[in-house]
Nanobody
Framework: QVQLAESGGGLVQPGGSLRLSCAAS????????MGWYRQAPGKERELVAI???????NYADSAKGRFTISRDNAKNTVTLQLNSLKPEDTAVYYC????????????WGKGTLVTVSS
């Protein structure tokens, strides 16, 4: 079982930046895919960005050019740099560990709130 702990959320003005971090702990040999999903009020959870242990990435169209995902396999951490934030980026951001697509076997963090507002 993998435990995921997020940090780095908060309130930021439009156009600002935030850095989200997630650390994995527990009993596991390796994690294939780590990344971030988000859920805005009244909406379904959606992909933001994921990264494999080999460094292959997948970004949501809304994240391309603004967000950057990175990973440290030795430390079992994943980081999401959020730049040029918009009010529509406001959501709870969840750290993810699993395979390319979520399944019942996937692991999730508790979430960290990002609020973009002036």
């Amino acid at each position: 079982q993998v435990q995921l702990a997020e940090s780095g959320g908060g309130l930021v003005q439009p156009g600002g930046s935030l850095r989200l971090s997630c650390a994995a702990s527990g009993r596991f040999d390796s994690i294939n895919v780590m990344g971030w999903y988000r859920q805005a009020p009244g909406k379904e959870r959606e992909l933001v960005a994921i990264i494999t242990s080999a460094g292959t990435t997948n970004y949501a169209d809304s994240a391309k050019g603004r967000f950057t995902i990175s990973r440290d396999n030795a430390k079992n951490t994943v980081t999401l740099q959020l730049n040029s934030l918009k009010p529509e980026d406001t959501a709870v951001y969840y750290c993810y560990a699993g395979n390319w697509r979520p399944s019942i076997m996937s692991n999730w963090g508790k979430g960290t709130l990002v609020t973009v507002s002036s």
